[in-house]
């Protein structure tokens, strides 16, 4: 083995720590898994290399590394089935692509249907998904069973399986590893990646952008995208225009660590929880929002309990499993539970949010068309419904429910 | 877990509210009169700000009477509570 192959591995810095320049092309406002991967496609499919990544905190503090890192493309919308989509075959190609091991394991999702109407909808979406090229199979409970062997099927369960919704290139990545293949792929690129470099004023004139004051002095942007997740509206009050956002607490959990018992990822929506296993053995379970808003990072303890209760009734064997670690990340939902990506009223200014609970899946094709957005002036054709404007014209893209959960 | 003080029963926990999103969001006085940027803004956007927030809860599981609490929701103090009907400066 290249002795320096390991060392990469083990590299006390993967990239850089610059001092801020006085002006870039262009800046990305977040360093967050998606403002990362815009910068990275920035600089990999449109040759712009005088670019920055500003983050307040560290790169791998904000929601990169609180969510449960799951990956599938099943949505109902053709909108959404085609973006996600699209996300998916980026990942499919990331580990070898980033020269990184994210331990992208495709392992499967279940959606599971506890009801006749849950078992019709789960249905729809798996003969929409076919059609739009998106892999998805229905399974009968006794099929669930021989694909994932510790799901509690019994009809006396209060919420029987009926059956569920496969799709068999799904699964989870390692939200740590992505973080460092993609911060590393941008310093290669020559992408200065800032931290601790908080925006505190976005300089327009006459409707345009012409760059940030930040807590380590000024920066001349040509362009700024703005990937900044739950603090978007923050920084879209300072150019002077509101996004239709609230932030929310969304929690999750650890288990202490397990052998493996859990061979896929399990989804379900009546029974409001999500779980899989991470490759070192914990099971990471989340659910849905806490009901306020809030840029605190934490909610409440019962949201916690309702997900950890919702898991026993699938897998009645966790009652003995012993909770290691809940955490909180602020995400942004939008009134649809659909992303918004494309240009804003200032001229030059992008804005890349409302991913709300579901972004860690869409990283890749997220950067992708942000980039493309951002370099070219124009909307990529899978972002193109995604427009701010759509709350004007009626275009929603509503995914509450029809996503294959509850948001 | 929040302790909101519903104006009508005392302090409680917060599973027995329901949330309710921003408060005295008033219905437009002349619906007809307004363009498609305002009815966006009417139906789609609401204060976002860290900080005091005035918000709408429900006493679902006590007296299902609608109120309105100041809470800081960067820090999540809860800064008082006041009837509907009432005002911010009202908050206790």
Sequence with gaps: MDPNEHALHNAPFLWRNPEPKSSYDAVIVGGGLHGLSTAYYLAKNHGLTNIAVVERGWIGNGNAVRNTTIIRSNYLWDESAAMYEHALQLWEGWAEELDYDILFSQRGVLNLAHNL?????????????????????????????????????????????????????????????????????????????????????????????????????????????????????????????????????????????????????????????????????????????????????????????????????????????????????????????????????????????????????????SGWVMAHTIATGEPHALNRPFSLERFETGELIDEHGAAAVAH | MFQIRCPYCGPRDEPEFKYGGQAHVAYPADPEQLSDEEWTRFLFVRDNSRGRYAERWNHAAGCRRWFNVIRDNGTHEMVGSYRSGEQPEDAR
């Design chain 1, 117 to 365: 109407h849950d078992e019709r909808e789960s249905i729809r979406r798996v003969n929409a998904n076919r059609l739009n090229g998106v892999d998805a199979e229905w399974l009968d409970a006794d099929a669930v069973k021989e694909f994932c062997p510790i799901v509690d099927i019994s009809p006396e369960a209060r919420y029987p399986v009926m059956g569920a919704t496969l799709q068999r290139r799904g699964g989870i990545a390692r939200h740590d590893a992505v973080i460092f293949a993609l911060g590393r792929a941008c310093d290669a690129l020559g992408v200065d990646i800032i931290q601790g470099c908080e925006v505190t004023d976005i300089d327009v004139v006459n409707g345009r952008v012409t760059g940030l004051q930040t807590s380590r002095g000024p920066i001349a942007a040509g362009k700024v995208g703005l990937v900044a997740a739950g603090r978007t509206s923050l920084l879209t009050a300072m150019a002077g225009f509101a996004v239709p956002i609230q932030s929310h607490p969304l929690q999750a959990l650890v288990s202490e660590v397990y052998e493996q018992v859990l061979n896929c990822v399990v989804m379900s929506n009546a029974v409001h929880v999500y779980v899989s296993q991470a490759h070192k053995g914990e099971l990471v379970m989340g659910a849905g929002i806490d009901a306020f808003n809030s840029y605190a990072q934490r909610g409440g303890l019962h949201v916690i309990e309702e997900q950890m209760s919702a898991g026993m009734q699938l897998f009645p064997q966790f009652s003995r499993a012993r909770l290691l670690r809940t955490w909180g990340g602020i995400v942004d939902v939008c009134p649809d539970a659909s992303p918004i990506v494309g240009l804003t009223p200032v001229e030059n200014l992008y804005v890349n949010c409302g991913w709300g609970t579901g972004g860690f899946k869409a990283t890749p094709g």
